[in-house]
């Protein structure tokens, strides 16, 4: 159940993050929206420190958080940062001042101005002071591109907050997004291979399974105590695989030149063994067999030495991984060589619960040593030569 939920939440926040970064995109939604579901986001991933400088966004800015005035550089809001001055106010408002500023701006407007000395009486000379009268009507013009210009660069500071705001919340909502991406890519592997695990384990060996809970609540208790035994029940989890999917028995198997005894107690030969008939690669075999004896080890002994709470859980998913390896190994027709690890004398020695030696098919019909006519360094038959004849004497 837990596993289910944590699945969902991971989708419904690559799902939000998504949509977010559409919104952001294609300008569906206002700077202050934005905020409001990029905190959701944040809350959701845990990003504490995200989360409270959206909430200065949301509510203000202070000057007694480290963290809030780090953002107060990170947006363009100093205009005096050592007379602590700046635009303190959330992003709400600086939105709000960016339209009322675009409004005024297209209120302004360069008033019509007529100047000219001249008198309505044609017979009539005028004299007057031009430069005075031409400042008087052009003093209204400079006034109005005065405050358009004042306005103009008042409206591009507060455009640059709301940008910088914008695209430092884009970029945490794309780390976001490709985390959560590759994170479900992960889950969808982990549980398309543990649904596979779990049902071939179900079926050929229950036990295993039943144990799992078990060393899983042990090792949530974390004291030593409950470490220790929940390495003994892995250990133990081996040693029921074993028996489950290799009973033990009297009869005995020959790998790379070595004797394995497949009694109740050779747990690990039995799982070697099992390997041996599914595994034609010795590479791999090698590999699995190293991996098994270091595994047993480690948990034999952290029974009795200390092993941390992390180093307990890592032992559990290693020993279920591995496992699980073993179990899907489907069964293969391996060569007797192959199965012996060694080429050149393909035999298995196989002893039956009577005690009588049975002699592989393969062995029985092998000639005996030094009677096969084959060159050991060449590998194949060596070709028979009579007596070399005399070559005849040439006439002179």
Partial sequence: MLRQEGTSKNRHSRDLAEELLADIELGRLSGEAIVLKARRLARLVGSEQIS????????????????????????????????????????????????????????????????????????EFV???PNLGAQAATGAIDRVLAQASQKANALIQYRAIRSKVIALTHSF????????LFSGFTESIFERYKAQVDGLLAQNASDVLQKLPAVYDRLAEGDAEAVSQALTSVRRIVDSFADAVYPASKKTVESGGNVLQLGPSNHLNRINAYVIERVTSNSRRQRLRQQLSNLYERVSTGVHNDVTPQEARSLLLESYLFLGEIITLEQQVVPAELALGNQQRPRVGVT?????????????????????????????????????????????
Wanted: hydrophobic residues 30%.
């Fill in 173 to 180: 909502v794309t780390n976001m997004y490709y985390e959560l």
């Fill in 127 to 129: 004299t007057g002071r």
């Fill in 352 to 396: 039956s619960d009577a005690g009588g030696a049975t002699a592989h098919p393969v062995a029985a019909s092998a000639a005996p040593d030094g009677a096969t006519g084959m060159r050991p360094e060449e590998g194949r038959p060596a070709a028979r030569r009579g007596p070399r004849r005399q070559r005849a004497p040439r006439g002179e």
């Fill in 52 to 123: 409270e400088w959206l909430g200065y966004e949301m509510f203000g800015y202070n000057s007694g958080s480290t963290t809030a005035l780090k953002y107060m550089g990170w947006t363009g809001r100093w205009t005096d940062q050592a007379k602590n001055l700046g635009f303190w106010g959330p992003l709400s408002v600086q939105e709000a001042t960016i339209t009322s500023l675009q409004l005024e701006l297209q209120a302004l407007r360069t008033p019509d101005v007529t100047y000219s000395v001249s008198s309505a009486n044609p017979n």
